[in-house]
């Protein structure tokens, strides 16, 4: 073709191309300028405008329902119409309706249930979305959804074609979703993963340390606030050693958050080993403390630094998988527990040896000096140990995916029996939609806080706030005068009382707890637990009127219980024991069913990997934040209770029963709690290649 020739003045432009780039310019201006300005209802009115806009280009919304098996229906509904209408809609096409558990999206796992009310537009599942459904558990029975389905609805059933990608050859079909709480007849399909003892062993060394130093000062706070001086009168005590106890959760609380994600940049483990090294140096201070300002600045110390129980939760969730998580999760627990049986013992025991042992310790003048430095050197040797361990042997669990991963382009997905309601196939434009976003990012604080995971977080709140000061009332209460509502134990029968009730641990950690999970789910288990707790709460406080008739038939103080019990099994100070041991082991199963569960929920709460430092900081946090208001909360009410005379709930019970409706409350916001937290997001969201994952 002839070539054509421009003439010079075509690259020129006129004084009428001039004023109108000058006038569209000066439009633009005018136009950025004022949409700051807008009044809200403005901005509102732009708003609904684009949502109408939104909602007449898509009229209708497309759902594809995935089971458990990964069978899918696939159906159009208006977008107008509510979300109670896929209730209804999947109800319909299974043979009972009673199958139907739960319809949720992930991740983040997002349970529809409060959302059935809102139309498909306001619930953002216009014009497409997966969303999952969950079934009864006895539904497990049969061999796949197809035979769950009506007859008219399974006759539909045809493979899903979907569009082949590059590189790839079909992986195999992914596993069904685990169910969390499956019934006692399908107990012979479940295989348990085995543990990995050689992470876990150290894993749980480093999580003694903490129980053990926390609790380590239980049976000898009282004392050491006494010889401090500091207390105008006894029953001013309490207020001092629950500041002691605040101390260390209001540091912690400020410092939690920042471990946590800590962990998630840099790894799990040198913050661990910074952990371990704050409690070694944090505690030697403490057992030299000769005044409560030192005792208070040491406490302050470990607080800052003890950021270990956040980041071993994670490190836990990192190396489990869906059938080994409940036990590994019940260990931490189980650690603790044997933490503070062995720290409320050591504490009781070997505090101010010079006069529990004069002819032993009689002679060394530094525990004349420092009476409390022997409990906190053993405690210190401990945390030692789990140091020395964790720098040889601890391995770090935080695995970092590649930032530029787009994993739905990645491998393909083989057809699958598909149910259709529509002759139409969602699957190229799904597939496509999907392929289009990157790698999943880590999500902002707002996003996390869905409505589930606030109730999850509030119900934690509440239950640690009762056992808090449930924590800090008992040693004061049992070292109380009978006379004040108290039981007037000397140290080392509180560490014994305290050491006694933890003998049921072991078997309800590794045994019992697994297996009720499994039957029950975690969110169940957590409700059972508080359920026992409560009747602990009101009838503790009782047990101060037969030890006010011990203490009259004696005309004394109670007799020491470790030399004088075997000898005096019939009297009514053995049936004291014997009701506060079993009261104390009611107490220890509930907080093993408990905080064993909120673990589990709190992990499973997690949209991925890449939050698990975020999720169990903030429960870490929300527990710390409880840990400052419980001891100063219960010393006050427990100071102010014994000081006047008031009728009951106002006398001395009136801590225990506010610990009782606190654990009410806690009960009554988990009853709202959707039991698709049962389902551990993190995993469903990060499975290995041969796993299809989906976003709704």
Partial sequence: PARIELPESFYESSND???????????????????????????????????DDFARRHPQTTIRFRFPDQVQIQATFASGARVAALYDFVAQQLSSPRLLRALFLQPPVQDLE?????????????????????????????PSTLALLRDSTSALAEPLELPPTDNAQASPPPPPMPSSSPNSDSKKDFKETPLPWDKLLVLLSVRLSEPINATLILPFVYQMVEDFNVAKSPKDISFYASLLFASFSVCQTMTIMYWSRL??????????????????????????????????????????LAGNVAVIKSALAEISDDTNRARMMALLPLMWNIGTVGGSAIGGIFADPVHQYPGVFGDM?????????????????????GLVLGVFKLQETLVREPSGKKPFEQRATPPRATPSSSSSSLATETTQLLADGDAPKQLTVRELLTPTVVRVMATNVVVCLAVAMCDQAYPIFAASDPSDGGLGFASREIGFSLAISGVAVLYLQLIAYPKLERKYGALRC???????????????????????????????????????MWASLLSKECLMWLLLVVLLLARTTGMVLAFTSINLLTANLAPSRAELGFMNGAQQLAMSATRIVGPILA?????????????????????????????????????????????????ANNKSDDTDTEDA
């Avoid at 003048?365 to 140990?385: D, H, K, N």
């Fill in 263 to 304: 962990s998630d940049r840099i790894g799990r483990r040198p913050v661990m080993l910074i952990g371990l090294v704050g409690y070694l140096l944090s505690f030697l201070m403490f057992g030299v403390a000769r005044s409560f300002a030192w005792a208070l600045a040491a406490r302050c110390l470990n607080g800052l």
């Fill in 114 to 142: 409060g959302s059935r009310a809102q139309s498909l537009l306001a619930a953002r599942l216009t014009p497409a979305a997966v969303v999952h459904v969950r079934l009864a558990d006895n539904a497990g029975l049969k």
């Fill in 17 to 51: 191309d001039d004023a109108k780039l000058l006038i569209s310019a000066q439009r633009a201006r005018q136009t950025e300028a004022e949409r700051g300005f807008k009044s809200r209802q403005a901005q509102e009115a732009e708003s609904l405008k684009r949502r």
């Fill in 635 to 683: 010393g006050v009410v427990w100071a102010w209770s014994i000081k006047h005379s008031l009728p009951y709930p106002f006398n001395s019970h009136m801590v225990w029963v506010l610990c009782a409706v606190l654990t009410m409350i806690s009960l009554h916001i988990s009853n709202k709690i959707p039991e698709s937290v049962n389902i551990f997001a993190a995993g």
């Fill in 526 to 564: 957590y409700q059972i637990g508080q359920k026992i707790t409560i009747p602990f709460y009101l009838a503790i406080p009782f047990l101060s009127l037969l030890a006010t008739r011990l203490e009259e038939s004696v005309d004394g103080p109670i007799p020491d219980v470790p030399r004088s």
């Fill in 365 to 385: 003048e530094i525990f004349r000096v420092f009476p409390y430095l022997l409990p906190c050197l053993i405690g210190c040797s401990i945390t030692l140990f």
